[in-house]
C-alpha cells in the first residue's frame, strides 16, 4: 500500500491514517508531497490528483484500489484487515467511537481555525474565543465519557489505539502547541498520544521538513520553536 501524505508538520489530516498505520503495524510507502506556499496551490493538486481523484491528501492506493478521506481509509483497513483493532469490537463502543470520529471529521471548525496544527511551536495560554471555548468543551467531554465507559483495557478512548484515536491525534498537538488546560484525565490522554512510536517518530519527522507555510504559522507570541534549522538560520541572520 502508499500513502499519500502532505507535510507533516501541517497536515493534520494526513496524520490521521498515517499514525493509525503505523500504531497497528501496518506496512505502507510513505509518498510526502509537500506544499511550500498553500494546499490549493494547482502545481501541488496536480500532482496529488495522481493518487486522489478529489485532489486532497491523504490518499491510500492498495492495488489497484484508490481510496481518499481519512475515515474512508480507516474503514478501509478495517474491512481488509478484520483482525486488527482499528475500531473497537464491543458494538456499544463501536458505535460511539465511530461517532466521535465523524464528529471529529466534520466539527470543531472554531479550534481548527483559530489553532492550526504546527508541531514546531509552543504558544502561551490565553483566551481565544468562545467559540475554540466551546470546541474544547465538547472535545474533552468525549474523552472524559470514552474513557469512563470503555477505556478500562488501556490508556485510549476506548482502551486499545484505534481510529478514533487517530481521528483526534492532531487536536492532541494543537492542545499542547496551544496551551489549553486539561482536566487530569484529557491530560493524560493526551500524554499517551504523544507517547506512542508513531507520533514520536511523525513529530520528529515535522520538525526536520524545511517547508515553511505561512498560512499555519500563527501571527502571535510563542514560548519555543522545536525546529532547529530555523533557529540557526535565525541565529545568523
Not at 45 to 55: D, E, H, L, T
Amino acid at each position: 500500500m502508499k500513502l499519500v501524505i502532505a507535510n507533516k508538520n501541517y497536515s493534520s489530516w494526513s496524520l490521521r491514517p498515517w499514525l493509525l498505520l503505523t500504531e497497528l503495524g501496518v506496512p505502507f510507502e510513505e509518498v510526502l508531497i509537500p506544499f511550500a506556499q498553500a494546499f490549493d496551490d494547482p502545481e501541488w493538486k496536480r500532482a496529488v490528483s495522481v493518487f486522489s481523484p478529489g485532489g486532497k491528501v491523504p490518499a491510500l492506493v492498495d492495488g489497484e484500489i484508490q481510496v481518499w478521506e481519512s475515515l474512508a481509509i480507516m474503514d478501509h483497513v478495517a474491512d481488509t484487515r478484520p483482525d486488527l483493532p482499528v475500531w473497537p469490537r464491543d458494538p456499544a463502543a463501536r458505535a460511539m467511537a465511530r461517532s466521535v470520529a465523524a464528529e471529529m471529521h466534520a466539527g470543531f471548525h472554531g479550534l481548527r481555525g483559530a489553532c492550526p496544527m504546527n508541531l514546531a511551536w509552543i504558544h502561551p495560554a490565553r483566551d481565544r474565543g468562545p467559540k475554540v471555548a466551546a470546541d474544547v468543551a465538547r472535545i474533552t467531554t468525549i474523552w472524559r465519557e470514552a474513557r469512563q465507559r470503555f477505556g478500562g483495557g488501556g490508556a485510549f478512548l476506548f482502551g486499545a489505539f484505534g481510529a478514533a484515536d487517530a481521528m483526534f491525534s492532531p487536536v492532541v498537538s494543537r492542545f499542547v502547541s496551544y496551551s489549553i488546560a486539561l482536566d487530569p484525565v484529557c491530560a493524560a490522554y493526551v500524554d499517551a498520544v504523544q507517547g506512542t512510536r508513531g507520533f514520536r517518530s511523525w513529530r520528529l519527522g515535522a520538525l526536520a521538513e524545511p517547508w515553511i507555510v505561512a498560512a499555519d504559522e500563527a501571527d502571535e507570541p510563542v514560548l519555543t520553536d522545536f525546529r532547529p534549522h530555523l533557529a540557526r538560520s535565525r541565529a545568523l541572520s
